[in-house]
């Protein structure tokens, strides 16, 4: 293996990782404070790890963009999808959240039809298709087993869509950090209103220190995930995105005493499978492209 592709291996590793931390700690702390104080912590200590990627020569005018409006798209999709889970992390086990979050690309697929006009072929629609089925045997709707909240990881998935084809076109000319920056400013400012609307509670040293992790965590696993995709091919690191499953399964049962299902194992492992199909295929027809 070339070491590149070892350096990106590692970094998908601690991205993994810092994610994983960050769920556990959301988990730990939601039942003490309510979800928008602790989005607000999520945004505010997000914002240290992004100012230390801010060139020296910039400082005072990072923030300067000519596309405004696609940076909200993102930064609001982003807001939604990340409020999203950390409800879905408070009332829903581990290991359900994070197996229907991976069914992100099942939606990317989806909007990219709808908004980027692409062509997929059978293929990717059989897995989106396969995915969304996946999805329906964790949340298990009709059944006495149906959790209302299962819908939040669903509008994750949504919101996390909206944000990666928002991404491909900011991409191509914005640097990662104000991407970031627009995204964490625009979290702090949203969950700042829940002030009025929510009893926030003052936080122990102890908690407060998970908090603070919760947004370094969440920031830094942020920027691993993109070092990996820079260093290595994508098509070897994103499975190791798929081990956060077997973490969240580990790490709920260990500290939360959750015990998944067999429906969720089962679901998790038709969505993993559609969306590797649906990111091979992608990889399939950007090579082609390339080949033309």
């Known amino acids: 293996m070339p070491s590149s592709s ?17 769920d556990i700690l ?46 909200f798209i993102r930064a609001f999709a982003g807001t939604f999808a990340m409020i999203s889970t950390f409800i ?4 829903m086990k581990l290991s359900d959240v994070v197996s229907i979050a991976q069914a992100t690309p099942v939606f990317v697929t989806i909007f990219s039809i709808i908004f980027l006009k692409e062509v997929v072929g059978y293929r990717r629609w059989l897995s989106v298709i396969a995915g969304l089925i996946g999805v329906l045997f964790i949340t298990k709707p009709g059944s006495s087993l149906f959790n209302i909240y299962c819908i939040f990881p669903i509008f994750f998935c949504i919101g996390f869509s909206i944000v990666a084809v ?8 914005e640097p990662d950090y104000l991407i970031a920056f627009y995204f964490t400013a625009l979290l702090v400012i949203v969950s700042s209103i829940a002030f009025f609307f929510e009893e926030w509670t003052m936080p122990s040293i102890l908690d407060f220190f998970y908090l603070c992790m919760i947004g370094i965590c969440g920031s830094i696993a942020n920027l691993f995930m993109t070092t990996a ?7 070897l ?7 956060s499953v077997l973490s969240a399964i580990f ?15 089962i679901g998790a492992i038709i969505i993993i499978v559609s969306s590797f199909i649906i990111f091979k295929r992608e990889q399939v027809k950007k090579i082609r492209s390339v080949s033309l």
């Open 6 to 22: 070892r350096t990106g291996s590692f970094y998908m590793l601690l991205s993994v990782i810092c994610f994983s931390m960050m």
């Open 26 to 71: 959301v988990k730990l702390t939601t039942s003490h404070y309510p979800i928008g104080e602790i989005a607000f912590f999520r945004g505010l200590f997000g914002l240290i790890p992004i100012f230390f990627l801010i060139p020296k020569n910039k400082i005072f005018t990072f923030y300067k963009t000519k596309k405004p409006t696609l940076h």
């Open 88 to 91: 879905g992390v408070k009332y």
């Open 166 to 173: 928002s991404i491909k076109r900011l991409s191509k000319t």
């Open 229 to 235: 995709y820079r260093r290595a091919d994508a098509s």
């Open 237 to 243: 690191i994103t499975p190791l995105k798929y081990l």
């Open 251 to 265: 790490f709920g049962y260990y500290i939360f005493s959750e015990i998944p299902s067999v429906s969720t194992i």
